[in-house]
């Protein structure tokens, strides 16, 4: 049992002190780490789940620190973009959806190192737009991340609110995910008890990440989420090839 444990434990430990750092990136390092352990889909649902639960310790903590106006249009535009992943999902392969995104997303990570940061925030059409891709990303491929990352980052939002305001914006859109995946039979009371088994790895490794993160010159912020953001899609694209091939 210790040893079926261990792995799992280490997956969300390591993952939250990502989490805790940027603000974004648990799903993304925590479900292929622990589908080596237990099933893909289940893995998808515990990471969901315990984004939800520690979400709603984050609305307390980050009162007042994540910009609402922001997560409020990109959670909508979220929600406008899922139904066209989930027809995606029909004519498309998801490994080819990955593959696709990250392409993009590599792209995109291109022209934001090749431009300044913009000096105001952009309107609020960019910011449905990016919660959109968000939705369709999230739904066709279950990369929700790189266009809410890109987002905070080409704006030039200052770090510590960039950094509340995705951990909320991703704690709706686990939100938004969870019905869904109870309507699948993903969550069920052995993925419950899983989930409620690794929440005090997901809790201590958010605090070390935050700890890291305070120690962190706001000016590198910038640099880490960008190379979180690479080697996310690098990744990304990786395994979708390896699926395709």
Do not use: N
């Amino acid at each position: 049992m210790l040893l079926w444990f261990l792995p799992l434990a280490a997956a969300v430990f390591g993952a939250a002190i990502l989490r805790g750092l940027t603000g974004f990136g648990f799903a993304l390092a925590a479900v292929p780490l622990m589908s080596l352990t237990i099933e893909p889909r289940k893995a998808v649902a515990s990471a969901i789940l315990l984004q939800v639960i520690i979400g709603f310790r984050d609305l307390v903590q980050l009162h007042g620190s994540y910009d609402r106006a922001e997560v409020l249009r990109l959670s909508l535009g979220s929600v406008l973009g899922m139904p066209f992943g989930i027809a995606a999902l029909a004519l498309f392969d998801p490994d080819a959806g990955r593959l696709a995104i990250a392409a993009v997303s590599l792209a995109g990570l291109g022209m934001m190192l090749r431009r300044p940061q913009r000096q105001r925030a952009p309107g609020r059409g960019v910011a449905l737009a990016a919660g959109a891709l968000s939705g369709l990303f999230g739904s066709l491929a279950a990369m929700p991340g790189p266009p809410t990352v890109a987002y905070f980052v080409a704006s030039g939002t200052p770090a510590a609110r960039a950094r509340a305001s995705m951990m909320i914006f991703f704690f709706v859109s686990a939100l938004i995910t969870l019905p869904g995946l109870a309507i699948a039979g993903a969550v069920d009371p052995g993925t419950l008890g899983l989930s409620l088994a690794v929440l005090p790895c997901l809790i201590l490794g958010t605090w070390i990440g935050r700890r890291l993160f305070l120690r962190l010159e706001a000016r590198h912020y910038r640099g880490l989420a960008l190379g979180v953001m690479a080697l996310s899609a690098g990744l990304a694209g990786a395994r979708a090839l390896a699926g395709l091939l």
